[in-house]
């Protein structure tokens, strides 16, 4: 039977799978002016007398978007409905036109029912003025299905976060402070479901100091639902046919989180993946960043193959996990693209064994939009890889593989980075802490970041809290000429993966072998000689591809051993099978655990981190933040 605790997390991951609705948009003009109505709120998006004049009369004049643009060192906006986006094209065009160089703007919008690119496009045709912003935006757009999408514009100085799911559900499982709201649902009437009581009172929490709200609706029940939850509220004239709207201010009675300060500089341990990306993200938000390594160079470790899968890792029931993997893919794939280091495009999952394709059929019953996966039989399959196949299995479009080591070599293009450098203790100081390394050399840091996969376990040592089981597993994928390997156009998965790398050869992986004290467990026999063992994970590499595949190869061992290549690598894995991302103490952060799914889930809890040290919006919700919590060891064990 189910404890109250965990039927609780079940609805709350439930209500996070809920699929997309249908705007069913119409979309007219009349006089050269445009109307977007919605059959599915049997309203409009806008005024169809003018709905660029609407947005400044009731949003943008009303909040001083202007004025605060000029002054402030980063903006958090959130809206509650997206719509057809002209809320934003029109805050980041004012932002564009007042913000100085520095400046920063984040913008948080939810929307149930998104529009699509071309749907945006046609409404927002019609204000030539925002051609530019609106173009950003449709480029900026993520693949239409449930979650949260974290996109850039202006080489990161504006951080857009579009929710795809309901305002209740987005603003009930978030943590940050908008200094402005817009309040742009369709009217309350037409859309109770987001003109809850409950929603006010998440603003509230989910305030900074003296926010500002506006809406273009001064309905009783939204007025009364604003000054219960602390906002003081005054009501204008409307735009249009509207007799009123209103604004707010959150009382000054109501306690908010104080900013904390920007650390002046960060050090992180670890220049893979991990280590990479949330260099990146601190170097994005102008703060001094250091990246440190033991290794002779950057990507030395798990993160150095010359290809590597990044694909969601979905559940067949509603779990944190799940939720965690699928947003963490969308954001690890537009990155990796964004710096030219996917190698291509789509990739199948094949239904292995009887296990795995129930478990495929389960995914596909769940509606998921063809955006995200649909099913491929075994003639579409062998028809898309160029391979005959009898298997069948789910196709991802958004999926691929990477070349790892040319998109950490980007991410760190700009960054400073010392090599060969292994630190040996950490020390709290009354100024940050104190690193320790190799021959008695101290580094200083107001915050230190562990990034360092494996080399946690000898970094945290004999500490007890919070509790660290970091397990070292090795890993060998094999390199196949071209001459030899099957010649398929796109990457495979099926318990392992195969995909073609920048160079031509093919990557056949991953085995995985335990480390414990330092050896890895396999038999004697294979231990003796390397030359053995090298052979021998080919071996097992090769006996995971189906029967077609495998029958296209070499079948020698030595062939294997003289012909072709591979690399070893020690990944760090938890009990869970879960990465661990958040604060382990003042001033110390870890991102690490991350397992084979590093390429998926490490851009994302790099850029939560860096949210974090900063103190502003993450993209991780509550649900993400549970799974990937490094103190839920602790309380598991009673601590």
């Given at each position: ?123 927002l045709s019609a204000y030539p003025q925002l051609d530019i912003e609106t173009a950003d935006l449709i480029a900026a757009l993520p693949p239409r299905w449930p979650g949260r999408h974290r996109v850039f514009l202006d080489q990161g100085r504006v951080t857009l976060d579009l929710i795809y799911q309901d305002s209740k559900t987005m603003l009930a499982s978030s943590d940050f402070a908008a200094d402005i709201w817009f309040l742009d649902g369709f009217t309350p009437i037409r859309n109770p479901d987001m003109w809850h009581g409950d929603i006010y009172h998440h603003m509230a929490r989910c305030s900074a100091k003296d926010a500002i709200c506006a809406s273009f609706t001064a309905a009783g029940d939204v007025r009364r639902g604003l000054e219960a939850a602390g906002f003081d509220i005054t009501r204008h004239d409307g735009f249009g046919r509207k007799r009123h709207r209103i604004t707010g201010i959150l009382s000054s009675r109501i306690a908010v989180k104080p900013q904390p300060a920007l650390p002046a500089s960060v050090k992180i341990i670890g220049a ?368």
């Amino acid at each position: 039977m189910k404890s109250a605790k965990a039927e609780n997390m079940s609805n709350q991951a439930k209500a996070l799978y809920a699929p997309l609705l249908d705007p069913m948009i119409d979309i007219s003009r009349d006089d050269g002016r445009v109307v977007a109505y919605s059959r599915l709120y049997d309203d409009i998006y806008f005024s169809s007398e003018s709905g660029y004049d609407e947005t400044m009369t009731v949003f943008m004049k009303p909040t001083g978007l202007p004025e605060r643009f000029e002054h402030a060192r980063l903006t958090t906006i959130a809206e509650l409905g997206l719509g057809t986006g002209l809320n934003f094209c029109m805050a980041l065009s004012l932002f564009r036109k007042y913000a100085p160089a520095d400046a920063r703007l984040h913008y948080i919008a939810t929307e149930h029912a998104p529009l699509t690119a071309d749907q945006i496009k046609d409404v927002l045709s019609a204000y030539p003025q925002l051609d530019i912003e609106t173009a950003d935006l449709i480029a900026a757009l993520p693949p239409r299905w449930p979650g949260r999408h974290r996109v850039f514009l202006d080489q990161g100085r504006v951080t857009l976060d579009l929710i795809y799911q309901d305002s209740k559900t987005m603003l009930a499982s978030s943590d940050f402070a908008a200094d402005i709201w817009f309040l742009d649902g369709f009217t309350p009437i037409r859309n109770p479901d987001m003109w809850h009581g409950d929603i006010y009172h998440h603003m509230a929490r989910c305030s900074a100091k003296d926010a500002i709200c506006a809406s273009f609706t001064a309905a009783g029940d939204v007025r009364r639902g604003l000054e219960a939850a602390g906002f003081d509220i005054t009501r204008h004239d409307g735009f249009g046919r509207k007799r009123h709207r209103i604004t707010g201010i959150l009382s000054s009675r109501i306690a908010v989180k104080p900013q904390p300060a920007l650390p002046a500089s960060v050090k992180i341990i670890g220049a893979g993946i991990a280590g990479a990306s949330l260099a990146y993200a601190l170097a994005r938000r102008h703060i001094n960043v250091e990246v440190l390594d033991a290794a002779s160079d950057m990507a030395e470790g798990a993160s150095g193959n010359i290809a590597a899968l990044q694909t969601p890792r979905l559940t067949v029931d509603p779990t944190d996990h799940g939720w965690l993997s699928m947003n963490a893919f969308g954001f690890a794939r537009r990155s990796a693209l964004a710096m030219g280091a996917g190698l291509d495009k789509g990739c199948i999952t094949l239904a292995k064994d009887e296990k795995e394709a129930m478990r495929q059929q389960k995914l596909l019953r769940q509606g998921w939009p063809d955006a995200l996966f649909s099913h491929m039989d075994a003639a579409a399959i062998s028809d898309r890889l160029g391979v005959h196949l009898a298997a069948e299995g789910l196709f991802y479009p958004y999926a691929g593989a990477v070349d790892p080591r040319l998109w950490i070599s980007r991410l760190l293009e700009n960054i400073p980075c010392r090599y060969n450098v292994n630190i040996t203790s950490m020390t709290n100081t009354a100024s940050g802490i104190m690193l320790t390394g190799d021959y008695g050399h101290k580094d200083h840091a107001d915050i230190v970041v562990i990034a360092a996969g494996a080399g946690l376990s000898a970094l945290w040592g004999p500490r007890m809290e919070p509790i660290l089981p970091i397990t070292a597993n090795c890993g060998q994928v094999s390199h196949i000429p071209s001459d030899d390997a099957p010649d398929i156009t796109i990457p495979i998965s099926f318990g392992g993966y195969m995909a073609r790398s920048k160079d031509g050869s093919v990557v056949l992986g991953a085995s995985y072998q335990r480390i414990q004290n330092d050896h890895i467990r396999m038999p004697a026999d294979q231990i003796s000689a390397h030359a053995n063992v090298y052979a021998n994970v080919h071996a097992e590499n090769i006996a995971r591809l189906p029967d077609t595949l495998q029958n296209r190869l070499p079948h020698a061992p030595d062939h294997w051993q003289n012909h072709w290549g591979g690399r070893q690598s020690v990944r760090a894995t938890t009990p869970d099978r879960q990465p661990m991302a958040g604060a382990l103490g003042k001033e110390l952060y870890i991102l690490g655990g991350l397992g084979s799914r590093g390429m998926v889930t490490a851009p994302i809890l790099a850029e939560a981190l860096a949210a974090d040290i900063c103190g502003e919006a993450s993209p991780l919700d509550t649900a993400m933040r549970r799974a990937v919590d490094p103190f839920r060891f602790s309380r598991r064990a009673g601590l």
